[in-house]
């Protein structure tokens, strides 16, 4: 009886003592930046696992994430209407892709934000039919043979229009 009491004392002396160590190991930054870095280059050794853990923790939160983004919402409003605004401004081309699926409409091709960007300049930010240019129009993206046409999102069949004009030319090419 004495012995096991002892035994436990001591058990527990050390694992409190085990405890602070760790503490300690883990509020010194050079520890703390260890495992970042460790944790970085497992992610990037592992990254179908961690695609695999990332969809699996957002399965089963998916509920209490709809809810905090409500929050968020609600909260934040103007703040949130004014990233979606900037995040579309940025993304013309992936809003463009959403937008359709939405829609539920399946379009060929993935002509990237950063190449609608390269084309706006090689275009000098004119219009393909009007020549006018940007600030004074806003240019839109334009499929040359309409998506509703089997057109695809590619390159080659995208050019700069401003509103009225895309709007004008509507489904002809
Ligand atoms: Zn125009």
């Not at 579309?88 to 699926?101: D, F, W």
């Amino acid at each position: 009886m004495r012995i096991k009491e002892s035994k436990n004392k001591m058990y527990l002396r050390y694992r409190n003592k085990y405890i602070e160590k760790s503490r300690k190991w883990r509020l010194n930054p050079i520890n703390r930046e260890h495992q970042r870095e460790y944790l970085k280059k497992w992610k990037l050794e592992n990254q179908e696992k961690v695609k695999n853990l990332n969809k699996e923790w957002r399965e089963a939160n998916k509920e209490k994430r709809h809810q905090n983004k409500i929050e968020w919402y609600k909260k934040n409003r103007t703040k949130a209407i004014f990233q979606s605004v900037e995040w579309n401004k940025k993304h013309q081309s992936k809003r463009y892709l959403i937008n359709k699926r939405h829609l539920q409409i399946r379009i060929e091709g993935n002509f990237s934000d950063l190449e609608w960007q390269e084309m706006k300049k090689a275009h000098n930010y004119m219009c393909a039919i009007c020549k006018r240019q940007e600030p004074e129009i806003k240019l839109t993206l334009d499929h040359i043979i309409p998506v509703s046409k089997k057109g695809t999102h590619i390159k080659e069949n995208i050019q700069p229009l401003c509103k009225s004009c895309n709007s004008r030319k509507g489904n002809r090419y």
